[in-house]
């Protein structure tokens, strides 16, 4: 492999590597979430900000190099700037590339799972205070439009 190749092949790897450990994060993020363990939350979200700098600053330099390689405007899609190196190269940077929008895409789902579990936690809590504290909810309107009873309770009323 010539030296642009060689670079891209490195590049790949790099953010190959960095998305296993932003992968591994959203893990421990998920376990810190279920065992309630919040104080440990913003260091994860710390380290997850670090991986996506990392993951963006690979990202340019993966284009960078495409746009270096193949002497025009850097690619819209990285695969069709690919098809243009010797089939030696192509096929292995290919395989590197699908592999890394493959760790990418399975990030992205973690994350929104982590994101969704965090938003259903806090409906809860707010839920368990509205009770708690005796609060009104708002008048929600029905199809006919008019007002609808809300469900709510209320605990240590005597």
């Known amino acids: 492999m010539s030296a642009k190749p060689l670079q891209l092949q490195q590049r790949l790897k790099d953010q190959i590597s960095a998305s296993e450990d932003f992968l591994r994060i959203l893990l421990l993020e998920r376990e810190a979430i279920a065992q309630n363990q919040i104080e440990k939350l913003p260091e994860l979200t710390e380290q997850k900000l670090t991986l996506i700098e990392t993951l963006t600053q690979t990202e340019i330099d993966i284009l960078s190099l495409l746009k270096e390689q193949l002497d025009e405007h850097a690619p819209e899609q990285p695969e069709k700037a690919m098809q243009k190196l010797d089939p030696a190269n192509q096929y292995q940077l290919s395989e590197l590339l699908q592999q890394a929008r493959d760790l990418a895409a399975e990030c992205k789902r973690e994350n ?10 806090q409906g809860n809590v707010e839920q368990t205070l509205d009770i708690l504290l005796g609060r009104e909810k708002p008048a929600v309107y029905g ?3 008019k007002t609808i009873k809300q469900g709510g309770s209320s605990l240590g009323k005597a």
């Open 112 to 121: 929104m799972i982590n994101s969704q579990i965090v938003d259903a936690c």
């Open 143 to 145: 199809a006919t439009g």
